[in-house]
């Protein structure tokens, strides 16, 4: 099994940043593509962002449009999400996750967390003054 393994949260002030790794055991070009998924206490499981690895084609949820930038390394199977100007609502648990399927459309169901079977542990982002 696919094991995908997150690393680079922590604890940020409000307007600061935090770049997130998801590390994959296999090659990510074997993957359609990666999402990040983030969930806060008492909250849903929520869809971030996800980026298409064939092509790059990214998607973004409208509460992180314009803070949030995610990006590929395939030479290093890491996928990245880069998050400026946190803000404290951004507080939660995130998660990377793969799909074994392909082929779907991920303007529509790339943030959609049924989509996705293998997923990591999740790292801790709080942010907080």
């Known amino acids: 099994q696919v094991q995908l393994v997150e690393s680079g949260g922590g604890l940020v002030q409000p307007g600061g940043s935090l770049r997130l790794s998801c590390a994959a055991s296999?090659?990510?070009?074997?993957?359609?593509?990666i999402g990040w998924f983030r969930q806060a206490p008492g909250k849903e499981r929520e869809g971030v962002s996800c980026?298409?690895?064939?092509?790059?084609?990214?998607v973004y949820a409208d509460s992180v449009k314009g803070r949030f930038t995610i990006s590929r390394d395939n030479a290093k199977n890491t996928v990245y999400l880069q998050m400026n100007n946190l803000k404290p609502e951004d507080t939660a648990v995130y998660y990377c996750?793969?799909?074994?399927?392909?082929?779907?459309?991920?303007?529509?169901?790339?943030?959609?967390?049924?989509?996705?079977?293998?997923w990591g542990q999740g790292t801790q982002v709080t942010v907080s003054s």
């Open positions: 996750a793969a799909p074994r399927a392909s082929g779907f459309p991920i303007s529509l169901y790339g943030l959609g967390s049924l989509w996705y079977d293998d």
């Open positions: 296999e090659f990510t070009l074997d993957y359609y593509a």
């Open positions: 980026i298409k690895i064939s092509d790059g084609r990214t």
